[in-house]
T-cell receptor, first 113, second 114 residues
Framework: QKEVEQNSGPLSVPEGAIASLNCTYS??????FFWYRQYSGKSPELIMS????GDKEDGRFTAQLNKASQYVSLLIRDSQPSDSATYLC?????????????FGTGTRLQVTL | EAQVTQNPRYLITVTGKKLTVTCSQN?????MSWYRQDPGLGLRQIYY???????DKGDVPEGYKVSRKEKRNFPLILESPSPNQTSLYFC?????????????FGSGTQLSVL
């Protein structure tokens, strides 16, 4: 079982709709969670970080964390064609003796006109 | 401009010919790391460094070497490249410890080993 799992997609949504991307993680000790956006052939760039249960909003993006259910989600409101990219979920943990950041394989989002 | 600079952007080589991919950051970050990205496998960590002269293995270190002699530089060395090391490589740095803060990524190096 992969430590951070995402549906590879593609997830296709029409322009203006809400895109919902989901991620589950296996290590209950994970303490930090990130969503990175990666355009084809480019490097990942951070969209959102979240550390505690609940919602965190930044513009059109909302990250949601539920530690009891071990899932993280990213909502993109008013989706635009420029949002078409692969979205990488990552979970980080520090055990005191080791620290690790693990990436999922990414979900490809297509925003259609 | 705050950035992580990787070179070269593209590299084609042959099996067994030693190569080095350079990585430099200008943000005074202590944490630096190398990842490889392959279709269906996502980003996998090769090596990381928490500070000068401190390096440690990630998930897929076999066939790679790194060094951290200066804070800003973290080169990735392939002493005897093989075709299974054909991949897209990213260097990254962080103000934190790699698990708790934003990672700044370089622009990537597409390596092909023939």
């Amino acid at each position: 079982q992969k430590e951070v799992e995402q549906n590879s997609g593609p997830l296709s949504v029409p322009e203006g709709a809400i895109a919902s991307l989901n991620c589950t993680y296996s290590d209950r000790g994970s303490q930090s969670f990130f969503w990175y956006r990666q355009y084809s052939g480019k490097s990942p760039e951070l969209i959102m970080s979240i550390y505690s249960n609940g919602d965190k909003e930044d513009g059109r993006f909302t990250a949601q964390l539920n530690k009891a259910s071990q899932y993280v989600s990213l909502l993109i409101r008013d989706s635009q064609p420029s949002d078409s990219a692969t979205y990488l979920c990552a979970g980080g943990l520090n055990t005191g003796t080791a620290s690790k950041l693990t990436f999922g394989t990414g979900t490809r989002l297509q925003v259609t006109l | 401009e705050a950035q992580v600079t990787q070179n070269p952007r593209y590299l084609i080589t042959v099996t067994g010919k030693k190569l080095t991919v350079t990585c430099s950051q200008n943000m005074n970050h202590e944490y630096m790391s190398w990842y490889r990205q392959d279709p269906g496998l996502g980003l996998r960590q090769i090596y990381y460094s928490m500070n000068v002269e401190v390096t440690d293995k990630g998930d897929v270190p076999e066939g790679y070497k790194v060094s951290r002699k200066e804070k800003r530089n973290f080169p990735l060395i392939l002493e005897s490249p093989s075709p299974n090391q054909t991949s897209l490589y990213f260097c990254a740095s962080s103000l934190g410890q790699g698990w708790d803060e934003k990672l700044f990524f370089g622009s990537g190096t597409q390596l092909s080993v023939l």
